[in-house]
Each structure stands twice: as C-alpha cells, then as structure tokens.
C-alpha cells in the first residue's frame, strides 16, 4: 500500500493527512514546538505510522516520493523578529529606502507611532558607486572595490545575510550578477539575495524591501529545511520534501531556500487549495474557506474556481511585493482567551494560551477562559472524547476559568458568559468575513462555505446564519484541512517582468517576447525539481492601469500572441467589472506581466458515500 502525506504545522498543533492508493484518510495531530517544528513532525510521524500498524521508518518507505510540507517558520520570525543579521548593498544616493519606507505610514494620524523594528540598520546598508537607466544602458560602472569594502564592513560586524539591490537592475541585472559573484568569492558563508532573483519589477522601495526580507529570513529557513531534511533521513526516508509556498504552490526545498520571502504566509495557504477542491466536487466555484484553528481565524475567497492572488502587502509591518493568497487572519482560534478591558466589556482574542499552557480544560495550567472552554461548557464539546479520544477535557476547570475571570467580573453565571464569549468571537470572524468579501463587493450568499480546523465545525453554522449563507460543507478533513489541501497542491513558479509603457506606444512583439523568457526559466526551474516542463500548464496576467492611475489591475490573458488592442479592451472589462466604469477614453498603460507555471498533482481517489436520509440526519 502506497500512501500520500501532508503536514501543517500550526500554532497549536501539527496536522497530518494521509491518503492511501483506494482513498482511505487518516488523520492526526501533534503538539506543536515553536522551539523546535521538526520535533512536532517526528512526534506525530510516529502516532500515524501507529496507527497503520507500522513504525515510522516503514510508513515513510510506503510514501510516495514527495511529502508536502507547510509551515509558519518565516511568518513567526518575522513576528518575533529572530532573523538574520543583514546587510544591503545598494545604489549610491539609496541607502535610506528601507528607512523611508516609501513614504508609508500606516496611522496616518497617530505622529507618535514608532516605526517596525529595522531589518537592516543604516550603518549596514553600503552605497555602491553604480547606475543603470531606465533602459537598461549602464551609466556608471560597477565599483567593484565599494562591493569589496562593504564585504568587510559586513564581515567585521557578523553578519549573516545580505541584499543586493540596485536601481533598475531588472532591466539589466549585470551589476547585481557580479556582485553576487564577489559575495560568493569574498563571503562565502553569508546567505546571499539578489533583487534580480526575488522580485526583478519596478518599484524600488517594494523590490528592496522584499529583497531584505528574503535575506532576513533566509538564514534560519535554511537551517530549518536542513532540521526537517534531516529529521526525514533519520528515519530512512530518502525521498524529495517539498514545501508550501504563499501563492498556494509547492516546490522543492532547495527552490523554498532561494526565495523564503515566497512561504511568508504559507500555513495558511493550502487552506483555499482545499477548499478549491470541495468546491469542485459539489460543484461550486466560488467558495468562502473558513480555518478556524487553534490560535487564527483564516478567511480566503476563491471566485470562478481561482483563489485571489495579492502582491505589494504589508506582512507584520514589512512591505512583500512576491505573490500570495489573500488571506485575512484574526486572532479568533479555539484557544483565543476571554477578558474584560478597562470598559467593562467582553473581548475575545487576540491573545492565545496556544498549546501550552492551552485552554483551562487542557490541565496543562492554563487559568484564562478561552473559546475552547466557552465550547465545552456550552455543550458543543464531548469532554470524554477531544482530539480523537486521545484526550479528555475538564469541565470543571473550563466553569472555574469562566467563573473567577469572566461571570463574576460581569455578574454573569457561567452558562452566560459562556454563551457571551461564543457570540462575541462569531461576531468578530463574521466582522472579518465581510471585510473582504461584502466591504470588496463580493455577495457570499451563494458561495459554499468550506469549514476548515479544529474549531471550525463548532462555529461554523452561526457564522453562515449571519452572513445569510445557505451553503456549509464540513469534509471529512476539516480539522486538518490544510494538510489535506497540500496532498492537492500543484507544483507552481511564479516569474515576473516589468514593462512600464503605454500601449500606443508598445512593440507589439515586446509582451510575447518577456512571456517567452519567463517560459524558458520556468521550464529550467521544472526541470531542476524532476517535473516535466511540458506538462506544465501556464496562466499569464497584465498588470494595467490608466494613465495617471497609481494602481494596477490584474488582467488575466489567454496563452499565444494577444493583439494590443484586444488587451486594451480585456483591460476595460476588467476595470468596469471591479470599479463599475471604464474610460475608454483615457490611454492605457502596462506595468508588470506575470507567468504562472504548475503541474497538477495525481488526484486523490476519495470514496464517493451515499447521502444520507433525512432521518438518518438528524442529530441522535
């Protein structure tokens, strides 16, 4: 028997998902470690081995030759700000970018509102005498001894990473190959990250800033995939592992350690890949996929079968211009805690108990309330039979929780700060929900909504009655949910280039030439994780707006040479259906083209199962 194995590492648990050759899942959890993952997946690698009646070693061997893999390693280093010491080479006149920030502020109101923690510090980001134009033409030479002088700057000072990132290299990357070239002569063991590699597009604060986060990060990453690499050959397992990336991909692990910035907000990713999949079965295409975990609450939409890509975001306060899901997380999880602030009123989250301590009911010496114990005390919870039976909850210790921090406090009895909490935490993921779905335009009354978590089922109906929705599926994986959408992900790259012109003034041959380029690096990209490029399908998009705009929309195209003026027109159809207008007489102008390549992963053989009656429905 052959087996497929996905694993999620969340906040509080680890989820393992496995598929055999006839479609039986199995299902598991682990503890999570934030101090060391891989110690969560060789815990829980050997509870599902158990359950198969095989050891660890043996169940690996029965695995197909890829383990997927998704995790919030480089979210969490950026939330903790644990990452590596780095330094940023750049052109003379720019050091100050990551320092600027481009002008952003996010409290627009708030003058005392302190800056991020610097990724970089001023004294570590070097000018380099350089310069290329807009057209790519080299203005001023590379000064290959300002390379080598800040190389020694960086090496006195420790550090660990460093960013290369100079003006317009993504029209001629020349400068920045040569000085990766110096890097890996001069300073070998430092972690190496060239803008012309990460996000080689217009927009110099974006491009470095993600440039800078991807050294950030890569370091420890590496040191993780390495940690996993080597918890997986303890156990005899020589096959490759692959890992999520945010777009909703997978990949290789030596293609995670070149780009990390690309799994920034991974865990939750294959979340919407999941739902994409029931959506499919029950044949609806539009989906609202709901993870409600132990720590987040995850919201994402998938319209006409496609989950919604963002580019250009802040993530923790840092600016990623690289693809990814959009995904809206809260502090809304099972283990969310309840409290009273100075007001006098009723707040869930966002704070967590997490694993450990973990809600009162745990008896791991938790002491607040949490959703968890408002859920068992309500009777929404069997105490004899929680994660799968492998452990009881108490009652009592939930009712005490309740009692001393939220009841007396309020004068509330304990059923009724219970039933408080439980509204209060709906209320506040269906005020998340229709942020980006109602607040965007977007009606979800029709779309199905996919429950996702170990929570999520608990919650899930309150949250559809709200929102007027009619339709609620609970699969069978719902409380590893994104384990189960990693088993489905495709292999997928994404590639980027920049073009910045107006149409009337466009080489008609000047798109489907930068189509082809990124074509031939994807299939080179393919070929290097053992895929065949030819089975590759490929989704290409336009970044357009009109002139005077300071926004894009992303206007998908068919594959094959487009005429301008029939892009123009997909281009307005586009802009009317988001925004309800077009101006057809205003000239337009293309910024970025974008080149999607995935190779589908085998299908999962999952037993189709009668419907049940109506009698047979009802709750017993």
């Known amino acids: 028997m052959r087996y497929r194995l996905g694993i999620d590492i969340g906040g509080t648990f680890t989820d393992f998902t496995v598929v055999d050759e006839r479609g039986t899942i199995v299902l598991d959890k682990a503890p999570s470690s934030r101090q060391n993952p891989a110690s969560s997946i060789a815990a829980g690698l050997d509870k599902v081995a158990s359950r198969l009646g095989l050891t660890a070693s043996a169940f690996l061997d029965r695995c197909e030759d890829v383990v997927t893999h998704g995790s919030t390693v480089a979210v969490n280093t950026l939330i903790q700000h644990n990452g590596a010491r780095v330094g940023l080479l750049c052109t003379e006149g720019f050091r100050d970018f990551m320092g600027m920030r481009g002008g952003h502020k996010e409290r627009r109101y708030d003058f005392r509102y302190p800056p991020p923690p ?16 807009r057209d790519g033409a080299v203005v001023t030479p590379l000064h ?91 156990l005899g397992y020589e096959g490759d592992v692959r890992f999520m990336l945010s777009n909703g991909g997978a990949v290789a692990a030596d293609m995670l350690v070149r780009r990390p910035v690309a799994s920034i907000n991974s865990g939750p990713a294959s979340g919407p890949i999941a739902g994409t999949y029931f959506g499919d079965l029950v044949g609806n295409r539009d989906v609202l996929t709901i993870d409600m975990g132990g720590t987040s609450f995850d919201i994402s939409l998938v319209q006409s079968g496609q989950p919604r890509l963002v580019r250009n975001v802040d993530v923790h306060r840092y600016r990623v211009g690289v693809p990814m899901i959009d995904i809206n997380t809260l502090g809304a999880g099972g283990g969310s805690i309840g409290w009273i602030d100075p007001s006098g009123i009723l707040r ?29 005390v309500l009777g929404y919870l069997d105490p004899s039979y929680f994660l799968g039976g492998e452990m009881a909850l108490d009652r009592e210790a939930a009712e005490t929780a309740l009692r001393v921090h939220v ?9 009724e700060a219970a039933v408080g909490m439980f509204r209060v935490v709906n209320q506040n993921m269906v005020d998340g929900i229709r942020e980006v779905s109602i607040e965007r335009g977007y009606d979800p009354r029709d779309s199905v ?41 495709d292999i997928k790259h994404d590639y980027t280039r ?69 892009l123009v027109e997909a281009f307005h159809l586009r802009h009317e259906a988001l925004y ?41």
């Not at 089922?457 to 009619?470: G, K, S, T, Y």
């Not at 149409?503 to 008609?508: E, K, R």
Request: a negative charge; hydrophobic letters at 40%.
């Open 449 to 489: 909504m996919v429950v996702g978590g170990g929570a999520g089922a608990v919650h899930a109906c309150p949250l559809a009655e709200e929102l007027e929705m009619r339709h609620v599926l609970v699969p069978r994986v719902a409380s590893t949910l994104c384990a189960f959408g990693q088993l489905v992900a």
């Open 118 to 133: 610097e990724l970089v510090p001023r004294y570590l980001s070097v000018p380099v005498r350089e310069r290329v134009d």
């Open 348 to 376: 869930v989250g966002p704070q967590s108990a997490e694993s450990r301590p973990g809600p009162a009911c745990y008896g791991h010496g938790g002491e607040r309330p949490t959703v968890t114990d408002a859920d068992l």
């Open 144 to 234: 290959e001894e300002d390379v080598l002088a800040g190389i020694e700057r960086f090496r006195a000072e420790g550090v660990e990473a460093v960013a290369v990132c100079y003006l317009w290299s993504f029209r001629n990357p020349a400068h920045e190959r040569r000085t990766g070239e110096l890097l890996a002569e001069h300073l070998s063991g430092a972690y190496r990250s060239l803008s012309v590699d990460v996000l080689p597009q217009i927009r110099d604060y974006v491009r470095t800033s993600t440039t800078v986060v991807n050294a950030y990060l890569g370091p420890g990453v590496r040191r993780y995939v390495e940690e996993v690499r080597e918890m997986f050959r303890t």
């Open 580 to 620: 309800t207008y077009a101006e057809r007489y205003s000239p337009a102008e293309v910024i970025n083209v974008h080149l999607s390549a995935s190779i589908a992963r085998p299908p999962i053989p999952l037993p189709e199962r009668a419907a049940a009656s109506p009698s047979e429905a009802e709750p017993k």
């Open 498 to 566: 920049s073009v910045l012109s107006q149409v009337a003034h466009l080489d008609p041959t000047a798109i489907p030439a930068l189509f082809q380029e990124m074509e031939v690096e994807a299939a080179r990209d393919l070929a290097a994780e053992s895929a065949d490029p030819a089975a590759a399908a490929t989704r290409r998009s336009v970044d357009m707006r009109y002139v005077g705009q300071i926004h894009e929309v992303d206007v998908e195209i068919s594959a094959g040479d487009v005429a301008l003026a029939d």
């Open 407 to 415: 009841a007396e406090p309020l004068g509330l009895t304990v059923e």
